[in-house]
């Protein structure tokens, strides 16, 4: 049951777990400054209609949706609805920092397929690897970090951050 719960959140295809500075095909997309209010647009609200965006960004409702279209299909963006963890039955986060021997892009990868995986992120500190993680309950995570992160080829060591309370969640930084 856990794994199926947390695997419906990651079911779709387009849910990229790739860098958002890179595109699909490997290249940095250009964002003009349209493209940029676009963004900012939707991140005020997902649901905006896009001929309010056109009339604030000064572009058509149909050329608005071919720039999302696009912004979309170069993963430069993603349109989802973000939940409180707690509200949907995900009690328990906590952020993993991780030593690796040998490859760290093996290890990340492997990370990046696993569904309670939120965020993994390649680091140069005192860890090779950071990597947020939902869980149900606190056996849950123990399953995750004990029996399948620590499996794992290459894994040194872990060390758990286990969160108690959530005070800001945010994806509202814009374009800078």
């Known amino acids: 049951m856990h794994s199926e719960r947390v695997a419906s959140r990651s ?5 990229s777990r790739e860098s958002p500075r890179e595109s699909r095909n490997g290249s ?3 964002l003009d400054a349209v493209s940029l209010a676009i963004i900012e647009q939707l991140q005020q609200d997902g649901r905006r209609p896009y ?3 056109g009339k604030a960004v000064g572009l058509s409702e149909a050329a608005v949706r071919q720039r999302v279209q696009k912004l979309l299909d170069q993963g430069v963006m993603q349109i ?8 949907v039955g995900f009690r ?16 990340a990868d492997a990370l ?14 005192s860890f090779d690897l950071m990597v947020e993680i939902v869980c149900e ?3 849950h995570l123990l ?12 894994v040194r060591s872990t060390e758990s951050f286990v969160y108690l309370k959530l005070k800001k969640q945010t994806y509202m930084w814009g374009t800078r």
Do not use: F, K
């Open 80 to 87: 989802v609805a973000v939940t409180d963890p707690l509200t």
């Open 112 to 125: 990046t397929a696993m569904p309670e995986c939120e965020y993994v992120v390649m680091t140069a500190g």
């Open 92 to 107: 328990r986060q906590a952020m993993v920092g991780i030593h690796v021997e040998g490859d760290v892009e093996s290890v």
């Open 28 to 30: 940095t997309p250009h």
């Open 11 to 15: 079911a779709d295809p387009r849910d």
């Open 51 to 53: 001929a309010a965006i």
């Open 143 to 154: 399953e995750v970090i004990n029996r399948r992160i620590r499996a794992i080829p290459g």
């Open 137 to 139: 309950d606190d056996d």
